[in-house]
T-cell receptor
Framework: NAGVTQTPKFRVLKTGQSMTLLCAQD?????MYWYRQDPGMGLRLIHY???????AKGEVPDGYNVSRLKKQNFLLGLESAAPSQTSVYFC???????????FGDGTRLSIL | AQSVTQPDIHITVSEGASLELRCNYS??????LFWYVQSPGQGLQLLLK??????LVQGIKGFEAEFKRSQSSFNLRKPSVHWSDAAEYFC???????????FGTGTSLTVIP
C-alpha cells in the first residue's frame, strides 16, 4: 500500500542546475499538490492540479513548473535552481477538493 | 483570503497531562478545517477534520477538536498526552474555491517523561 511516493528523498544541487521531482500516487486521486516547508513558515502551496492535464498556481509558484501528463504522476521542475529554493518539498493528493490530503514523506533539497 | 494562525510555536507538557493546541482561522463562510501531525522526517498525517454538523469532532490517537464559530477557533485537545505524541502539529483551512488549503505555521510539541 504505497500511497504517495516522492522521488528522490534527498538531493544537493548547485545554483543554476535544473532538476525534476517526481510524485506518484496509487489511490486514483484527482487532485495533487506540491508544497514547500520552511522553518517557521508552515507549508506553502507551490502548484496544484485538479485532474490529468491540468495545473494551477498556488501561493509561491515563481521559479517552479509542473506537469500532470498522467493522473497518477505530478512532476515539479526547477529550471534554474537558486539557494532560496532550499527547502523540504512535499507532494500530496486528495480524491477531490476539500477532502483530506495524503502526503508523501518529502524531498529534502539543498541548493549550494 | 483565508488564513490560519497557530499562536504557539512550541509547547512542552508532561506525559499524562492534558493538551490544548490553539488554531484561529480567517474565513468568510463555513470553513473546512483540518488538523495534521508530522513526525520527524515524515509527511503529514490527518488527525481529524471538520466540515459541518457536530462542533466537537473526534480523531485518531485520542485527539479531539472543537469548532467555535464565534471565536473563529478550532483548537485541538487530548486529555492525557503520551510520549509518542511529540511531533509538529498543523492546522489547515480549505479555500472557498475548494482547490487549495492554507496551513498554519505549526506548533512543536515536546513531551517530558
Amino acid at each position: 500500500n504505497a500511497g504517495v511516493t516522492q522521488t528522490p528523498k534527498f538531493r544537493v544541487l548547485k545554483t543554476g542546475q535544473s532538476m525534476t521531482l517526481l510524485c506518484a500516487q496509487d489511490m486514483n486521486h484527482e487532485y495533487m499538490y506540491w508544497y514547500r516547508q520552511d522553518p517557521g513558515m508552515g507549508l506553502r502551496l507551490i502548484h496544484y492540479s485538479v485532474g490529468e492535464g491540468t495545473t494551477a498556481k498556488g501561493e509561491v509558484p515563481d521559479g517552479y513548473n509542473v506537469s500532470r501528463l498522467k493522473k497518477q504522476n505530478f512532476l515539479l521542475g526547477l529550471e534554474s535552481a537558486a539557494p532560496s529554493q532550499t527547502s523540504v518539498y512535499f507532494c500530496a493528493s486528495s480524491p477531490r477538493g476539500l477532502q483530506p490530503q495524503h502526503f508523501g514523506d518529502g524531498t529534502r533539497l539543498s541548493i549550494l | 483570503a483565508q488564513s490560519v494562525t497557530q499562536p504557539d510555536i512550541h509547547i512542552t507538557v508532561s506525559e499524562g497531562a492534558s493538551l490544548e493546541l490553539r488554531c484561529n482561522y480567517s474565513y468568510g463562510a463555513t470553513p473546512y478545517l483540518f488538523w495534521y501531525v508530522q513526525s520527524p522526517g515524515q509527511g503529514l498525517q490527518l488527525l481529524l477534520k471538520y466540515f459541518s454538523g457536530d462542533t466537537l469532532v473526534q480523531g485518531i490517537k485520542g485527539f479531539e477538536a472543537e469548532f467555535k464559530r464565534s471565536q473563529s477557533s478550532f483548537n485541538l485537545r487530548k486529555p492525557s498526552v503520551h510520549w509518542s505524541d511529540a511531533a509538529e502539529y498543523f492546522c489547515a483551512v480549505g479555500s472557498n474555491t475548494g482547490n487549495q488549503f492554507y496551513f498554519g505555521t505549526g506548533t512543536s510539541l515536546t513531551v517530558i517523561p
